[in-house]
């Protein structure tokens, strides 16, 4: 019986493989179930043996219900065939036997109608290869283990040939890259990219990750693009790390070892990611991972395969299993998914005069009718490659700076388009140069103004000799590459500009010629043919609001010596209009009392009089009338009735005038929907708001709905005061009439007190109660201070208010105040939670941008994080109000430090000026911004350790509207940390040093704030 057994089976297994396609077609479904195979399971020294090792290899992957196998064929920077290319690279084996494996492999998956697949670790590197092609620390240690560096363009070429070679000799379905990355975002300080980073391989004058960023995208993009000129059935993949690990910080999306994985499918650089997970699958990450990237892009990589996981992902292209940790059925057959190249790419190569590979040269290609531009960078080999092109004409530009610029046109009609060779001339003698860019004039050739500031980049090993016709300095370049010569007087007509650049033995100059000239291009005036009479509405107003009373002012133009009439009023009113100059009319008419017209357009009437000649002595006057009706309404209240307004926005702001600033303010108070208002003028998008017999303010038309039916006015009574206290902190209840508009501040200039004014308020209040246990309100009073305005001060026990908030309670006013937090004497910020806001973040607020690329919002990112570990290590709980490249809103912020109970808000910003005087001569230093009188001792804490690390004094700033600091729940500062927008600040906050000698003195300012305090 068990014989029988045996044979049957063996029976069934041998017609399955006669049979293979027939019986592997019986479901529609399309997936990559891919085994993978690393070298250890199939190497051996005998050729017998790797035969015999990847025919069970494969034979298994079979059985087992697998379509696809990928062999790992080059693993931490050894490889298991053999190479002509370049013979650094090490063996698996030194005594391999002389066998193609990867053909064997390839031949004897398709005996089973299996996907052959090999898997590159590219980057990944062994002690042999050349040192400076290895990534390096900071401090030019070469990174173990060993990495080859992206930012050398001779390392990107060297890898993109071994590909080309072993895809010319070798058949396989497709190749799957791993290691598309450096080690860490630190470990990549080799010569070669730090040359490029400062010269000519960043002309976009990229932030060093950002860069790093652009050698990854570029190797990829040109591999891809490699890969499809071969042969563009080859399948593409790349191979990842867990992708979105984290939805706060966005980690895996935009990696910090530059991993771009978002950008790479956006951008075609391959047919499909591979992501690999180091915990276990679930359907919460796999949820995560499916909601970032198209399913059809994603195979998942795991060891932790289960089969209810397994039909989780029939959604997505495939999954990779591990044949070395054992292989499980797979629980369903799928075919293999068709993955079509529709794509378009262009391939180039671009040499010297010499024809020598020209590496660095910036190239730009636009199509379409929208112009789309795609920018590149020739490679070490001259390679350059655009993809995901669509149209067939296309404009190439290549610039290589100093020469002769050369622009392509071509016509692509097929899929893969390889241009003959570029030259670009005059580049050989170019490329061997000390490279310098100048960033700033950027027309450098022409000036409309006798004096110019000029802003470069070079290698800061680099000395720089500036000379002109009339001085000559030594040049200081910064640790950013970055240098500067202000107040350049030229001279009218052509001046010569020179500069030396010079490294040990090696000198190089540059020429430049700047022609100034005072003349002045006199736009042509656009003509436009008059077929009618045409009517401009001469007054900014579009939307005029006036009330009984009021002065009601026009001016028009229209066709000279005509009779003129403003029809307002809902047509009820035609008033004549004077012509004052030659077709200009104008009409000032004072509106009646009790008069009122609803909102209606404008109209202008134009009658024109022609005397017709019927007989020698008789005439005939012909009248032509015609009414021309203006984009511009106008409405008329009657006074005799207020007219109402209520708040809809979540916060508005009531401002002294109608001047806007950046941040907004200052304000006289700011509101809750809800509040009614009363309107007494419009300028414009503004409401003029009544708020006692002397003080009015401004509000947004946006921000409010006019209430016209309401015929009350707005007349409101303070009627009780009542005081109690809470766990955290003191309250006080406000009995009032109505809701009114009200302003709340502090006020620590002789003692400590919270301010609440009431407008359109009277007081009646029959008393004040207050409890003997409140620990931090000490007396109330309420007074009149004018006709309509009440106010209620609240004086407080301690020296240093803590921090207030309030609520509208049916007609209840509600004021917290909170109690002071428990210091330790010796360790002040023991256990106190301080919450750190790094200001601006993600895609569309990147803040102030420095002169060599720094972006505001990474600058401060990187700080926060160096204060964060600085105030811990003085035993002080941190917040982080932004965690990553986000940017979240200012409620949101807020929030992570009202729910952590934070103590101290500190907003970490850098600043920025004009550099119309020059970029040595712009502003520079700290300073520190708060709102409220309560944070004025603590931004002068910390200001004062600051400037003892700068040298330099830009200021304390009070009266800052930012929202961070305009709260008043919790004590806040905003510390700017520099300029970026001088070349000596941005070298300084570039300086980790520097950042952490800044951070040291932020904390122990706040530890003096915090001694001074509690000595009181």
Same mark, same amino acid.
């Given at each position: 019986m068990r014989h029988t057994k045996i044979f049957l089976l063996s029976f069934i297994f041998t017609l399955r493989l006669i049979f293979a396609s027939e019986v592997k077609t019986s479901t529609d479904t399309q997936f990559f179930s891919c085994v993978v195979v690393p070298p250890k399971n199939y190497i051996s020294l005998s050729t017998t043996n790797i035969q015999s090792n990847i025919e069970k290899i494969i034979k298994d992957v079979y059985v087992k219900n697998y379509n696809s196998v990928a062999f790992i064929i080059r693993e931490n920077g050894f490889v298991v065939y053999k190479t002509t290319y370049n013979p650094q690279i090490k063996l698996a084996n030194k005594n391999l036997p002389d066998f193609d494996i990867i053909s064997f492999a390839y031949n004897e998956s398709k005996k089973y109608n299996l996907n052959f697949f090999v898997i590159f670790e590219v980057f990944k590197a062994t002690d042999n290869f050349k040192s400076d092609w290895l990534c390096r620390t900071s401090r030019n240690e070469i990174f173990k283990p060993y990495y080859l560096s992206c930012g050398n363009l001779e390392v990107q070429a060297y890898i993109r040939n071994l590909i080309e070679e072993f895809l010319k000799n070798r058949n396989v379905d497709g190749i799957i890259l791993s290691e598309v990355k450096y080690p860490t975002k630190n470990t990549s300080y080799d010569e070669a990219s730090l040359n490029r980073f400062y010269t000519r391989g960043n002309p976009k004058l990229l932030e060093w990750e950002d860069f790093q960023r652009e050698q990854i995208n570029k190797f990829l993009q040109d591999t891809y693009c490699l890969v499809k000129s071969i042969n563009k059935n080859i399948l593409f993949g790349v191979i990842t790390d867990e992708v979105y690990k984290d939805s706060y910080t966005l980690t895996g999306v935009y990696y910090e070892n530059f991993q771009d994985t978002a950008f790479w499918l956006e951008n075609k650089f391959c047919d499909f990611l591979v992501v690999k997970l180091k915990d276990t699958i679930t359907n919460s990450n796999l949820k995560k991972i499916f909601s970032q990237f198209p399913k059809e892009k994603v195979l998942i990589y795991s060891a932790d395969f289960k089969n209810n996981i397994f039909r989780n992902l029939k959604n997505s292209v495939g999954c990779l299993v591990d044949y070395s940790l054992g292989l499980s059925s797979f629980p369903f057959f799928a075919l293999t998914p068709k993955v079509e190249f529709k794509d378009k790419i262009i391939i180039g190569k671009v040499f010297d005069e010499k024809n020598s590979p020209l590496e660095d040269v910036w190239i730009s290609l636009s199509f379409g009718n929208t112009k789309k531009l795609l920018y590149t960078f020739s490679g070490y080999d001259g390679f350059f490659s655009f993809n995901n092109l669509s149209g067939e004409k296309f404009e190439i530009k290549l610039n290589y700076p100093y020469s002769q610029e050369v622009f392509i046109t071509t016509e692509c009609v097929g899929d893969i388009n390889i241009l003959e060779p570029i030259i670009i001339s005059s580049s050989a003698v170019e490329k061997e140069k000390l490279f310098i860019n100048i960033i700033h004039p950027k027309n450098f050739s022409t000036s409309k103004t006798d004096t110019i500031h000029i802003l470069g980049r070079t290698n800061p090993k680099n000395k720089i000799d500036f000379y002109s016709e009339n001085f000559s300095t030594s040049v200081r370049v910064f640790p950013t590459g970055i240098f500067a010569v202000d107040n350049i007087k030229l001279k009218l007509g052509e001046n010569i500009i020179k500069f030396n650049v010079s490294q040990k033995d090696k000198t190089s100059q540059y020429e430049f010629k700047v022609f100034y000239s005072t003349d002045k291009v006199i736009p042509k005036e656009d003509i436009l043919e008059e077929k009618k009479p045409q009517v401009i509405w001469l007054l900014d107003e579009k939307d005029l609001l006036l009330f009984s009373g009021d002065v009601f002012e026009l001016k028009v133009k229209a066709p000279p010596k005509k009779e003129v009439y403003a029809l307002c009023f809902e047509d009820n009113t035609k008033l004549k209009m004077e012509e004052v100059s030659e077709g200009i009319y104008y009409l000032i008419y004072k509106i009646p009392e009790n008069f009122s017209s609803k909102r209606t357009k404008l109209k202008i009437e134009v009658i024109e009089k022609e005397i017709e000649r019927v007989f020698i002595f008789f005439k005939k006057e012909k009248i032509n009338t015609n009414i021309f009706e203006l984009d511009v309404f106008v409405e008329v209240w009657n006074s005799s009735y207020p007219l109402i307004a209520i708040t809809t926005s979540k916060t508005t702001p009531i401002s002294y005038s109608t001047h806007r600033q950046r941040l907004g303010g200052p304000y006289i108070a700011e509101l809750p929907?809800?509040?009614?208002?009363?309107?007494?003028?419009?300028?414009?998008?503004?409401?003029?708001?009544?708020?006692? /017999?002397?003080?009015?303010?401004?509000?947004?038309?946006?921000?409010?709905?006019?209430?016209?039916?309401? $015929?009350?006015?707005?007349?409101?009574?303070?009627?009780?005061?009542?005081?109690? !206290?809470?766990?955290?902190?003191? $309250?006080?209840?406000?009995?009032?009439?109505?809701?009114?508009?009200?302003?709340?501040?502090?006020?620590?200039?002789?003692?400590?007190?919270?301010?609440? !004014?009431?407008?359109?308020?009277?007081?009646?209040?029959?008393?004040?109660?207050?409890?003997?246990?409140?620990?931090?309100?000490?007396?109330?009073?309420?007074?009149?201070?004018?006709?309509?305005?009440?106010?209620?001060?609240?004086?407080?026990?301690?020296?240093?208010?803590?921090?207030?908030?309030?609520?509208?309670?049916?007609?209840?006013?509600?004021?917290?105040?909170?109690?002071?937090?428990?210091?330790?004497?010796?360790?002040?910020?023991?256990?106190?939670?301080?919450?750190? /806001?790094?200001?601006?973040?993600?895609?569309?607020?990147?803040?102030?941008?420095?002169?060599?690329?720094?972006?505001?919002?990474?600058?401060?990112?990187?700080?926060?994080?160096?204060?964060?570990?600085?105030?811990?290590?003085?035993?002080?709980?941190?917040?982080?109000?932004?965690?990553? !490249?986000?940017?979240?809103?200012?409620?949101?912020?807020? $929030?992570?430090?009202?729910?952590?109970n934070s103590n101290v808000i500190i907003s970490i910003h850098a600043n920025a000026s004009s550099n119309e005087k020059g970029f040595l001569s712009s502003s520079q230093g700290p300073s520190v911004y708060y709102k409220h009188s309560h944070c004025r001792s603590l931004a002068e804490s910390i200001y004062k350790e600051l400037i003892d690390v700068w040298k330099k004094d830009y200021g304390i700033i009070s009266n800052f509207n930012y929202a961070i600091v305009r709260q008043t729940r919790i004590p806040a500062v905003l510390v700017e940390l520099g300029f970026l927008t001088h070349p000596e600040d941005e070298a300084f906050l570039l300086d980790e040093a520097f950042l952490k000698k800044q951070a040291n003195s932020i904390v122990e300012g706040t530890k003096k704030f915090l001694n001074d305090v509690f000595k009181q």
């Open positions: 929907k809800g509040i009614k208002l009363q309107v007494i003028e419009k300028k414009q998008n503004n409401f003029r708001v009544k708020l006692s /017999e002397y003080l009015s303010g401004w509000v947004e038309t946006k921000d409010v709905e006019l209430l016209r039916e309401e $015929k009350k006015p707005i007349e409101n009574s303070i009627l009780s005061c009542v005081v109690v !206290d809470n766990k955290d902190y003191d $309250k006080i209840v406000i009995s009032l009439k109505q809701q009114v508009a009200f302003s709340i501040s502090s006020n620590q200039d002789d003692r400590n007190s919270i301010v609440v !004014d009431f407008f359109n308020s009277y007081v009646s209040a029959n008393w004040i109660q207050m409890l003997s246990t409140t620990k931090v309100i000490k007396d109330i009073k309420v007074e009149q201070v004018e006709d309509g305005w009440a106010r209620v001060i609240v004086y407080l026990k301690p020296p240093q208010n803590w921090g207030f908030w309030w609520d509208l309670v049916s007609s209840n006013f509600v004021l917290f105040i909170k109690y002071p937090p428990k210091i330790d004497k010796k360790n002040p910020l023991k256990n106190l939670t301080i919450a750190l /806001e790094a200001g601006h973040g993600g895609e569309g607020n990147t803040g102030a941008l420095g002169l060599s690329g720094t972006k505001e919002k990474n600058l401060n990112l990187r700080f926060t994080q160096i204060l964060k570990e600085a105030f811990e290590k003085e035993n002080a709980k941190v917040v982080l109000m932004r965690q990553g !490249d986000t940017n979240p809103n200012f409620d949101q912020r807020l $929030k992570v430090a009202y729910d952590s």
